[in-house]
């Protein structure tokens, strides 16, 4: 039952195409209501108590539907070839060629489709080239950091449904986890209960934009979903965020390029989830593409997007490959501890961090010069230092496959991400993609098929 709203109406011509309209183009004729009498303030489109069709001429009238609170006295009269236009809450009625309508709006055939707007997002997942750590506080406050990254067609989605009944229905449907309860102004976004992140950025929202949540308090379906597993080191949850902001701004039309999308999905991890990380992940997601990042203090960043040429990229493509170990990793808990080393002044950490932005610099200048083995070279040694950062970041089940991805052909390979499992990523002369993936298959992890992704987040709307 679609609820009863108040509604303004507006005709616009169209041409309908069936069985008895020819294709011209229906004009509108005055005097007469195909719909009926609408001076019935609880049925906006006319009573029906007799069950009678209230079209005069069904087959030629089509109707939608969507939200505005008016007053039905509000209609004018309109020709019976009339198409109108009701605003109600993002819900589309299309009453199709002999419908007949009872009162009020119940479906009387196969031909009444009631369905509600729908507003998507999807959001690449990132894979760090080259300084990685380096984007994580206290060190690039204090030393400035680098990275370099690009994304993948691996995504984070988001659908949103707006609903008319004053419930939130939260649901991560690839970890099967689901919250629903009344709208309220702010939901408790502990970190510890599901669907934190979820609750978070709805809380967002609504505080942020309060004209735009209103007494509904932005009463809705959100669904998410991602390509990749939690835990995988692509920047799984920042790019999530990425994503459900996107589904907000598309739902409400908030004002927020790349920059504030990025930097309020930063803001809702690390300030008000509490949660350790980076940086780059958000604006990776939000921007797409390849990117070299700047970090310094005072939360500044600068993205420079890189212009590389398609060969030069197709190459790098050629020769990367992705491979997931098995397991997952919390990555809070090693950037914890590669915080604590920077703030008590291990001088093996910092100076590794020191190598990993130095490396980030290198790399950049070789894939600008197309030069592919020195970026395998930079990668090499960065591993090496990425491992002095925290003592989790690698282990025996990392170890192992490194060796033999190195010894059936890889010319370097790192940990994806913060380290400690997840995806690793290998750099490969592409003749040789086979060896090394079956040197990979004695483990219980799988090759990861993927390409790069020049696209940010992306946000549409349909039905």
């Not at 989605?157 to 309220?184: K, L, M, Q, W, Y």
């Not at 803001?267 to 939000?286: H, K, P, V």
């Not at 961090?353 to 970026?375: C, T, Y």
Request: glycine share 8%; hydrophobic share 40%.
């Amino acid at each position: 039952m679609i609820p009863q709203r108040r509604a303004v109406w507006k005709t616009t011509q169209f041409r309908q195409q069936c069985g008895k309209c020819d294709n011209s183009p229906i004009s509108n004729s005055a005097g007469s209501n195909p719909i009926g009498s609408a001076t019935n303030e609880t049925n906006p489109i006319g009573s029906n108590p007799a069950g009678s069709n209230p079209i005069e001429d069904p087959h030629q009238i089509a109707h939608t539907i969507h939200p505005v609170q008016m007053h039905p006295a509000q209609m004018a009269a309109a020709g019976k070839h009339s198409a109108r236009l009701w605003y109600l809450p993002s819900l589309e009625v299309k009453i199709c060629k002999n419908a007949k309508v009872s009162s009020p709006f119940t479906p009387a055939s196969d031909s009444f489709h009631c369905r509600a707007m729908l507003f998507r997002s999807r959001s690449p997942l990132r894979l760090g080239l080259a300084g990685g750590g380096t984007d994580v506080s206290p060190y690039c406050d204090n030393f400035g950091g680098c990275v370099l990254n690009v994304t993948i067609d691996l995504h984070a989605h988001c659908t949103i449904e707006p609903r008319s009944d004053g419930i939130v229905r939260f649901r991560a449907a690839d970890r099967n986890e689901c919250f629903e309860a009344p709208a309220a102004p702010m939901f408790d976004a502990d970190i510890s209960k599901p669907l934190a992140l979820h609750k978070a950025v709805h809380n967002r929202v609504a505080r942020e934009f309060p004209a735009l949540a209103g007494p509904s308090h932005l009463a809705c379906n959100v669904t998410t979903y991602s390509d990749a597993p939690a835990g995988s080191g692509l920047g799984t949850s920042s790019t999530l965020t990425v994503a459900m902001l996107g589904a907000y701004k598309e739902w409400l039309k908030l004002p927020l390029g790349e920059y504030e999308l990025a930097r309020t999905a930063y803001e809702i991890e690390r300030f008000e989830l509490g949660l350790a990380g980076g940086r780059q992940d958000q604006y990776a997601s939000a921007f797409g593409g390849v990117n070299f990042m700047e970090f310094s203090a005072g939360e500044r960043v600068i993205v420079n997007p890189l212009r590389i040429h398609a060969d030069v990229l197709n190459e790098l493509q050629a020769c990367v490959l992705l491979y997931h170990n098995g397991t997952s990793r919390e990555s809070a808990k090693i950037i914890a501890e590669q915080i604590g080393n920077v703030q008590c002044g291990s001088m093996d950490s910092i100076e590794a961090m020191h190598e990993l932005k130095r490396d980030a610099v290198a790399m950049k200048e070789q894939l600008l010069r197309g030069n592919i083995p020195a970026m395998a070279r930079v990668l090499a040694r960065s591993w090496e230092s990425k491992k002095r950062m925290a003592s989790s970041i690698s282990n025996t089940d990392i170890d192992a496959v490194m060796e033999a991805a190195l010894a059936a052909g890889a010319s370097a390979g790192k940990v994806s991400g913060a380290g400690g499992g997840g995806y690793i990523f290998f750099m490969i002369d592409p003749l040789q993609r086979e060896e090394v993936s079956r040197a990979l298959s004695v483990f219980p992890g799988w090759v990861q098929p993927c390409q790069f992704s020049l696209t940010g987040v992306q946000t549409w709307t349909t039905r």
